[in-house]
T-cell receptor
Framework: ETGVTQTPRHLVMGMTNKKSLKCEQHLGHNAMYWYKQSAKKPLELMFVYNFKEQTENNSVPSRFSPECPNSSHLFLHLHTLQPEDSALYLC?????????????FGPGTRLTVT | QKEVEQDPGPLSVPEGAIVSLNCTYSNSAFQYFMWYRQYSRKGPELLMY????GNKEDGRFTAQVDKSSKYISLFIRDSQPSDSATYLCAMRISNTDKLIFGTGTRLQVFP
């Protein structure tokens, strides 16, 4: 295991639901990331947090709302999603935003929006 | 035009074969190049990391970068069924940790 855990592993939700994805890293890292992985598309960076501060929002729709209460935990709050939001959502962490720091990925949450 | 192009495969080879995986890119500012391996139901894990043009070897894996052609490759020698996974190339420019990924190539190594 990489030291990055994500829950739930699978989630099915309707377009009117509100749900949250959780990520926890046990590596003592300071930077955390949310990525979206859709079929036949490259991984897309969504959000970056460094020392609990959001440092990047990659033009993500407001129906996705991140939260980083501390350096070990990262949430992605979801509401009024669309079917095209169905994808694998990956969390990653790194020691910092230094160029040489490797990003460690969690196993992802497979989200299906019906 | 996508910034990074990668053939999605699947690529199916017999055990013991030499595998060649490739990516092309359009942004000449990319300076750091990575290969990630992603097993089914897992997140990507970093396999190889290179900075300059040329070859870098690690066991059965060799990463090759040709900046003049904007082309990178990953070679796997003596491929094993355990190498069956999706291989993602990724790259970034200087002074940023923002990774730009390819779509991934699915590799199947059969016994």
């Amino acid at each position: 295991e990489t030291g990055v855990t994500q829950t739930p592993r699978h989630l099915v939700m309707g377009m009117t639901n509100k749900k949250s994805l959780k990520c926890e890293q046990h590596l003592g890292h300071n930077a955390m990331y949310w990525y979206k992985q859709s079929a036949k598309k490259p991984l897309e960076l969504m959000f970056v947090y460094n020392f609990k501060e959001q440092t990047e929002n990659n033009s993500v729709p407001s129906r996705f709302s991140p939260e980083c209460p501390n350096s070990s935990h990262l949430f992605l709050h979801l509401h009024t999603l669309q079917p095209e939001d169905s994808a694998l959502y990956l969390c990653a962490s790194s020691q910092g935003r230094n160029l040489d720091y490797e990003q460690y990925f969690g196993p992802g949450t497979r989200l299906t929006v019906t | 035009q996508k910034e990074v192009e990668q053939d999605p495969g699947p690529l199916s080879v017999p055990e013991g074969a030499i595998v060649s995986l490739n990516c092309t890119y359009s942004n000449s500012a990319f300076q750091y190049f990575m290969w990630y391996r992603q097993y089914s139901r897992k997140g990507p894990e970093l396999l190889m990391y290179t900075y300059s043009s040329g070859n870098k070897e690690d066991g059965r894996f060799t990463a090759q970068v040709d900046k003049s052609s904007k082309y990178i490759s990953l070679f796997i020698r003596d491929s094993q069924p355990s190498d069956s996974a999706t291989y993602l190339c990724a790259m970034r420019i200087s002074n940023t940790d923002k990774l730009i990924f390819g779509t991934g190539t699915r590799l199947q190594v059969f016994p």
